[in-house]
Structures are given as structure tokens and as C-alpha cells.
């Protein structure tokens, strides 16, 4: 089997591949002219058998705000494919080595992606660092609570109109917001259902406030047979509590429509406290949100912030250079000489370092090592954040 980068006229024969591969058709000729341009120059693999392109994965160059808001360069991975007829032969297997190589290359710190199977990305030491809610709220429930902030107006955008607005906006929005990643000019265009074919029609409102645009949601309504449309909700994104409750209240007011479904909140955002009924809000549905990849352990532990100081072991079976003892403080982080307090592999590492679990929690079941009791509340302790992380993005 070889592995390579492609180059450019191989680009569609890979995208053909990835589609195939989620049982989707290849997408047309218009379509290609708007796709075609998502791939960033040298970051697309192929792994070929003979002449045969049997699997593709792509990666963007993106970044990552870490706990104590310092940001630093993450691979969205994204259009991981192998061909039906190829499968389970060490095809992938061939092309997360040879992507994590190139991405420990790049000096990006992080690797991140989207899974569609949870049990498939474990192995290359990737682990759910995030999660999300999608919440759905019923429309003839939805009486706001008098207190609830009611500020500014909202507008609607056409698409074109939303591509210069909203990338900039995003980005004023999730400055504070630790586990967040900058968006890709590609996943823009590409990946947020625009008008290329699937049938989906988005359409995009944004909040303005005293101090101008605040927020905006990206949605659709989905229509069945009889009665009034749910409200599909892409993406929506407020800069404060005040921005997010007017776009409900916007989303809430539009007719002909049954329910609301927004499809990624923070996990600890009071969604029920808007409402009098708090049945309003008729079902919450945790899901995983960003898998990541320590790439460069060393650099992720001196770029976030800690709550104490900590002696810690990573072992890295696909990137050895990471495996080691690394003392971490508030100060700065050591590879030192020592028995370790804590011990992970490096999968485990990205499931504590957005707070997803304490180390305590993955100590009962035994994915970790603890060297004691105290050791445990130590590193709960070193890797507590103030707030929860939320990504929030789909690639
Ligand atoms: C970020 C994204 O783009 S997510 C999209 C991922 N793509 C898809 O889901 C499309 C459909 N699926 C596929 O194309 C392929 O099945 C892939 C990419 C998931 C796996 O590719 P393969 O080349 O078959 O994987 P590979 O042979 O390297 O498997 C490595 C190991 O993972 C296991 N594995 C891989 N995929 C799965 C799976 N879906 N379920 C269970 N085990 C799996 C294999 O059994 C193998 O384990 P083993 O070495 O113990 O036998």
C-alpha cells in the first residue's frame, strides 16, 4: 500500500471516494466548483492498492482556545473514508500515521475531528474532549419568564451576504470561549449546508445589539407530511446570555412552525430557566462533541492554565516522542526524572484536558492511574477549569 498526499486532479476522485463512503452520491459539476475549492494545498491523503485510491482523509488548518484562553494550531480532520471493498485491511490505520506525522510536522499542537462511530478513533489516541446538547424546545409551551433580557432586533441575511458576516462575527464570539476552535474558510463554504445540492435550503438570522451584531442562528425547517415544520437549528451563536435569548425569542416567533431544535449548546447553559413551564424544553440530548489528539504533548501542557501543580506520566504508543514524566505548574512545564502522580495514555489525556471527566471519575474504572487518594485530588484539582468547554462546531 502507498501513502501520499494527492495531488490536485486527484482531488475529486478522493472527495467521489469520501462520499461513497457515508452512502452518498459523488457530487456533480456544480456542486465540484464550489467543493473543489475546500482542500488546502498538501493536507489531503490518499492510500492507494496498485492503481486503486482505496482511502482519503483531509485535514484544515484551524485553532484551538485552551483552558487559561491561549490558542494554538489544530488539524480539523475531517472526509475520512475507505472504500467498501477495501475496508479493515489496515487502510486507515495507514493514513492516521502518516497524518499525525505530518501534522506533529507542521508544529500544529492539536488534531481534532468528528466521529462518526465512536469506537473508531480511540486507537490513534483520540478521545471525546467536549460535549453538547441538542435541545429542542415546543413552540405552544414557550412562554418566556418576564426577567428574560429582550434587547435589539433581529435581521434575516441571504447567503452571500452571510458569508462576509458571519465568519467575523464567530470569531468576536468565541474569543472567551475555551475549547472553541477558528473556523476554516473551507468548512465556511463547504460544510454548513450551503446551497450545494443536498436539498438544504438554510436560512440565516442575525441579532444586533447596543454595541452591533451579537449573534446569529443558521437554520431550516424540516417538513413533514401533516402539520407545521420543526425548526432545524445549524449553528447558533450569541456573544452573551442576552444575544442567545433573543434568538430564541426569534426562532420561537416564527409561524407554521411546531418546535425548535437547536442542534449544539453548551451543556451547562439554563435553556429550561427561560421559560415559565420548564417542560417547554421537550428533550436535551447529550452528545460528543470535539475528539482530540495531543500531538504535541509537551506544548499542550505549557500552553493551558492549571489549578496546581502535578506530576504526570503520557504514554504515546503512535507519537512516542510524547511519552513521559512531565512536572506541570502554574509556571511552566518540566520532563523530569520522577515517579509520576497520574498516569495516562495520551487518549485519556485529551478526555481531561477540556474537563470532560475528573481524573478522579476515570480512576474508578480504572483509565488511569492514580498513585493515591491524595494524588487524585491533587490532579482534579490541576486540571479543574472555571467553566465548561464547548466546541461547537462541525466539521
Ligand atoms: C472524521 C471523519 O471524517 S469521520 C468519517 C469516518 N468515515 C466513515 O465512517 C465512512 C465509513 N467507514 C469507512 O470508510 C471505514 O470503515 C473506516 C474509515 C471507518 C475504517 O477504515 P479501515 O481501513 O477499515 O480501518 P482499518 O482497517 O485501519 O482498521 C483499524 C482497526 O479499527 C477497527 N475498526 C475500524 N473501523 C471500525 C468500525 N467502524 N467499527 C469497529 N471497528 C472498526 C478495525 O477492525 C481495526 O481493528 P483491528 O486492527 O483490531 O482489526
Do not use: C
Not at 95 to 110: K, S, Y
Not at 114 to 123: K, L, N, Q, S
Not at 139 to 167: C, I, N, Q, S, Y
Not at 257 to 265: A, Y
Request: proline share 6%; net charge negative.
Amino acid at each position: 500500500m502507498e501513502i501520499r498526499t494527492l495531488a490536485d486532479d486527484e482531488l475529486r476522485t478522493a472527495q467521489t471516494l469520501f462520499m461513497r463512503s457515508l452512502h452518498r452520491p459523488p457530487v456533480t459539476d456544480e456542486q465540484w466548483e464550489l467543493v473543489g475549492r475546500s482542500f488546502e494545498p498538501g493536507r489531503t491523503w490518499g492510500a492507494f492498492a496498485g492503481d486503486v485510491l482505496a482511502g482519503t482523509a483531509l485535514s484544515w488548518a484551524s485553532k484551538l482556545r485552551v483552558p487559561g484562553g491561549q490558542v494554538r494550531g489544530l488539524a480539523a480532520v475531517t472526509r475520512v473514508g475507505v472504500r467498501a471493498d477495501h475496508r479493515r485491511r489496515g487502510v486507515l490505520t495507514g493514513l492516521m500515521r502518516a497524518q499525525l506525522a505530518e501534522v506533529a510536522a507542521r508544529g500544529e499542537v492539536f488534531a481534532g475531528l468528528r466521529a462518526t462511530e465512536p469506537v473508531i478513533y480511540g486507537r490513534f489516541g483520540y478521545g471525546v474532549a467536549t460535549r453538547f446538547h441538542t435541545v429542542t424546545v415546543a413552540r405552544d409551551r414557550a412562554v418566556f419568564h418576564p426577567g428574560l433580557p429582550a434587547t435589539g432586533e433581529v435581521r434575516l441575511l441571504d447567503t452571500d451576504r452571510a458569508l462576509e458576516v458571519l465568519p467575523d462575527l464567530y470569531e468576536r464570539i468565541v474569543r472567551a470561549r475555551v475549547g472553541s476552535m477558528a473556523r476554516p474558510d473551507a468548512l465556511w463554504r463547504t460544510s454548513f449546508g450551503w446551497p450545494i445540492g443536498t436539498g438544504h435550503d438554510p436560512r440565516i438570522a442575525v441579532h444586533t445589539g447596543p454595541d452591533g451584531d451579537e449573534g446569529y442562528a443558521v437554520f431550516a425547517a424540516r417538513r413533514p407530511d401533516a402539520g407545521n415544520a420543526t425548526l432545524e437549528v445549524d449553528d447558533l451563536q450569541g456573544s452573551s446570555p442576552a444575544a442567545v435569548a433573543a434568538l430564541w425569542r426569534f426562532l420561537l416567533s416564527i409561524d407554521l412552525v411546531d418546535e425548535v431544535k437547536v442542534l449544539s449548546r453548551p451543556v451547562d447553559e439554563p435553556v429550561e430557566a427561560m421559560f415559565v413551564d420548564q417542560r417547554a424544553v421537550s428533550k436535551v440530548v447529550p452528545m460528543n462533541d470535539l475528539w482530540l489528539r495531543v500531538v504535541d504533548v509537551p506544548e499542550a501542557l505549557a500552553a493551558r492554565s492549571w489549578g496546581g501543580p502535578l506530576t504526570l506520566e503520557v504514554r504515546d504508543a503512535l507519537l512516542p516522542g510524547n511519552t513521559g514524566v512531565y512536572r506541570v505548574s502554574e509556571s511552566g512545564v518540566d520532563r523530569v526524572d520522577a515517579e509520576p502522580e497520574l498516569s495516562v495514555d495520551v487518549d485519556v489525556l485529551a478526555q481531561l484536558y477540556f474537563g470532560r471527566w475528573t481524573v478522579s471519575a476515570l480512576a474508578g474504572v480504572n483509565r488511569l492511574r492514580v498513585a493515591n487518594p491524595e494524588a487524585a485530588a491533587r490532579a482534579d484539582a490541576a486540571f479543574a477549569l472555571p467553566a465548561t468547554a464547548w466546541t461547537g462546531t462541525f466539521f
